[in-house]
């Protein structure tokens, strides 16, 4: 089947890939031809793991193409729609600019059987709006919007991918359906389980799933507050809690915070949704706060553990993305965290001048989206005397546990020495 995919970012990209080793044939568009160019030459733009090598593949057996014209949509059975939808300034409601922009550009060149797809994280009745614009520039065919929320994981995405535990296809008509399931049809193989519904029910699950996750997350950081006081382990609270089927034990793992570039955004434009259509989501609303209290805590917690200050400290943060096995800083619980630490007189100037802090990847400056797999920053060095060196865990990637916390660096001698 002959696929295109409008946007070759994460969503589109990764899909793209998967698709194409699927066996269809699938050309990625993007506006963006400096992408376009970097992805010809095989440089791939962010960090997935195992992306790099399932990209190259296909484009060797001649499944994947990357274009920054539209032509390959006067071809395409599917056109998906895999363009970013960040958060508007302002109120907080996904910015649909993209995803509009997109369906008009493809609206001209549409056959009469070929199927829209949004893949995007879109909110519920963005389907209509998109349905209504492609009637109105193409009034004579009879075209299908269908929505397809990805639910992809970064740093497990192409896993996510082909190995899903469900496929939520939101349509009511009949060919719609029979080409989405066409596409999908080697994952009938692992038994994933496709649901059909109504296209606003699609959109919302996307919106609900990801609120549900977040609220897991900010549940169990708060319990971790609550072991502190009582003495107890959040860990085996919750391998305890995990062990209910009811509950599972996937997102029940304590740390700074949720971030990245779904949760935080998802959960308030699904808030924005509500308070438009007269609806209170009470427990997103807290869910939201209490996690962006708890990104600042965590400076707090810093300074309690060095005695209430950290004049002529040295801090490492192990960890600036929002979570393993990806380059991804976007509302990183690293950052508030640098920043809260970062005092003026103190570590600011020597984050941004690379000298007491410096950053595995050359990237120096805080919030910094770097081009490969770095995801740990730690002061290599520090000042002769008698100032401490501390470490501060900001994710729970695998390699900062490896990081020997109680071995610290001899300024003096530029050697590591047991505490």
Not at 105 to 127: E, M, Q, R
Not at 287 to 296: F, L, M, W
Not at 316 to 344: E, H, M, Q, W
Not at 357 to 367: I, T
């Amino acid at each position: 089947m002959r696929v295109t995919m409008i946007g070759a970012g994460y969503v589109g990209l990764v899909s793209g890939a998967c698709l194409a080793d699927f066996g269809h044939h699938v050309t990625c568009i993007d506006k963006d031809a400096r992408r376009i160019s970097a992805l010809k030459r095989g440089v791939i733009p962010i960090f997935e793991p195992g992306l790099s090598e399932l990209v190259g593949n296909n484009v060797r057996h001649g499944r994947l193409e990357f274009d920054a014209e539209l032509g390959a949509v006067a071809e395409a059975e599917a056109v998906f729609i895999a363009v970013g939808t960040p958060s508007r300034r302002g109120d907080g409601h996904a910015d649909l600019t993209f995803v509009y922009e997109a369906v008009r550009d493809i609206a001209p060149l549409l056959t009469p059987t070929a199927v829209v797809i949004t893949k995007s994280t879109v909110p519920v009745g963005t389907g209509d709006e998109i349905e209504r614009i492609l009637r109105e520039q193409r009034p004579l065919l009879p075209l299908q919007v269908v929505s397809n929320p990805e639910f992809l994981r970064e740093g497990a995405a192409i896993r996510d991918f082909k190995h899903p535990d469900r496929i939520v296809v939101g349509t009511e008509d009949a060919q719609a359906r029979a080409v989405l399931a066409e596409i999908y049809r080697p994952l009938y193989l692992n038994a994933a389980p496709i649901l059909y519904v109504g296209r606003r029910t699609a959109e919302l699950i996307k919106y609900a799933s990801n609120a549900f996750l977040a609220t897991k997350i900010t549940f169990i950081n708060e319990i971790a507050d609550l072991c502190e006081r009582l003495g107890a382990d959040v860990q085996e609270v919750a391998r305890g809690m995990g062990l209910d089927n009811r509950i599972g034990a996937k997102f029940l793992h304590a740390g700074p915070g949720f971030g990245g570039s779904c949760f935080p955004k998802d959960a308030t434009a699904l808030l924005k949704t509500a308070h438009d259509h007269g609806a209170q989501l009470r427990i997103v609303e807290t869910v939201t706060a209490v996690n962006e209290q708890r990104k600042r805590a965590m400076a707090r917690k810093v300074v309690a553990a060095l005695e209430g200050s950290i004049r002529g400290t040295i801090i490492a943060v192990l960890g600036l993305t929002f979570k393993p096995n990806t380059d991804d800083t976007r509302d990183s619980p690293a950052v508030p965290l640098i920043t809260a630490l970062a005092r003026p007189d103190l570590l600011r100037k020597r984050l941004q001048r690379g000298r007491g802090c410096r950053c595995r990847g050359d990237y120096n400056r805080v919030g910094a989206i770097p081009r490969s797999r770095p995801q740990t920053a730690a002061a290599h060095h520090g000042p002769p005397g008698d100032r401490r060196f501390k470490e501060c865990l900001s994710s729970r990637g695998n390699e900062a546990r490896k990081v020997p916390l109680r071995r610290c660096r001899d300024g003096r001698r530029g050697r590591w020495q047991a505490r």
